[in-house]
T-cell receptor, first 112, second 110 residues
C-alpha cells in the first residue's frame, strides 16, 4: 500500500487477556519501529527492527510485551496478560533506514 | 537520556495570527529533528525534517529553525487557519530512535 497500515484500529479487551497488534510497513522499508502514546505520557519508543539484525527491545516496558517481524515485513506486537496501564495508542513506523520515519494511524488499545 | 520539552502545552489564537511553537532538547548529539502534526484519533503526519547540519527548513506557511548547540527548535506557522488546529509534536533522532516532546495543542479560532 501507499503508507503504513495497522490493525485493528481499535481494540477493547479485558484485563488479563492477551492481544496482538499488527503493522504492515511501507513496501521495501527495512526499518520498523513501535511506539506507545499513553495519556499524559507522550510518545515513547518500544522496539526497533532493522533488516535481519537482532531487534532493539530496550523500550519494552515489561516481559509481557514482545514483538516479531516475519519475513522482514509485517510485524506483530503482542501484549500478554494485559493490564489497565497498557491502555494507549500503539503506533508503528517504518523507514528505508534514512532520516525520516513514516507513521501508521495507530491502534487504540483499551483494557477494561 | 534525551529529554524533549515543548512549550507552550496549549495555544489558542484567532485566525490569521502567526503561531510560534518551541521545542528544546537536552542532548545536542542528534541526527535530525522532525516536526509532526497529529489530529485527534489519527496518526502522525510529518511536516518538516531538519538535518543536524541544517539551520532551517520551509514548506509553504511553515518554517522550522534548529539551533543544535543550544538544543532548541522553533516551528513558525504563518497566517494561521482553523484547519491548522491540531497537536504539534517535536521529535529528535539519536541513533535510530525518536524522542518526542509532549506536544503543543493548537486551536485556531475562526
Amino acid at each position: 500500500g501507499a503508507g503504513v497500515s495497522q490493525s485493528p484500529s481499535n481494540k477493547v479487551t479485558e484485563k488479563g487477556k492477551d492481544v496482538e497488534l499488527r503493522c504492515d510497513p511501507i513496501s521495501g522499508h527495512t526499518a520498523l519501529y513501535w511506539y506507545r502514546q499513553s495519556l499524559g505520557q507522550g510518545l515513547e519508543f518500544l522496539i526497533y527492527f532493522q533488516g535481519n539484525s537482532a531487534p532493539d527491545k530496550s523500550g519494552l516496558p515489561s516481559d509481557r510485551f514482545s514483538a516479531e517481524r516475519t519475513g522482514g515485513s509485517v510485524s506483530t506486537l503482542t501484549i500478554q496478560r494485559t493490564q489497565q496501564e497498557d491502555s494507549a495508542v500503539y503506533l508503528c513506523a517504518s523507514s528505508l533506514g534514512g532520516p525520516e520515519q513514516f507513521f501508521g494511524p495507530g491502534t487504540r488499545l483499551t483494557v477494561l | 537520556k534525551q529529554e524533549v520539552t515543548q512549550i507552550p502545552a496549549a495555544l489558542s489564537v484567532p485566525e490569521g495570527e502567526n503561531l510560534v511553537l518551541n521545542c528544546s532538547f537536552t542532548d545536542s548529539a542528534i541526527y535530525n529533528l522532525q516536526w509532526f502534526r497529529q489530529d485527534p484519533g489519527k496518526g502522525l503526519t510529518s511536516l518538516l525534517l531538519i538535518q543536524s547540519s541544517q539551520r532551517e527548513q520551509t514548506s509553504g506557511r511553515l518554517n522550522a529553525s534548529l539551533d543544535k548547540s543550544s538544543g532548541r527548535s522553533t516551528l513558525y506557522i504563518a497566517a494561521s487557519q482553523p484547519g491548522d488546529s491540531a497537536t504539534y509534536l517535536c521529535a529528535v533522532k539519536n541513533d535510530y530512535k525518536l524522542s518526542f516532546g509532549a506536544g503543543t495543542t493548537v486551536t485556531v479560532r475562526a
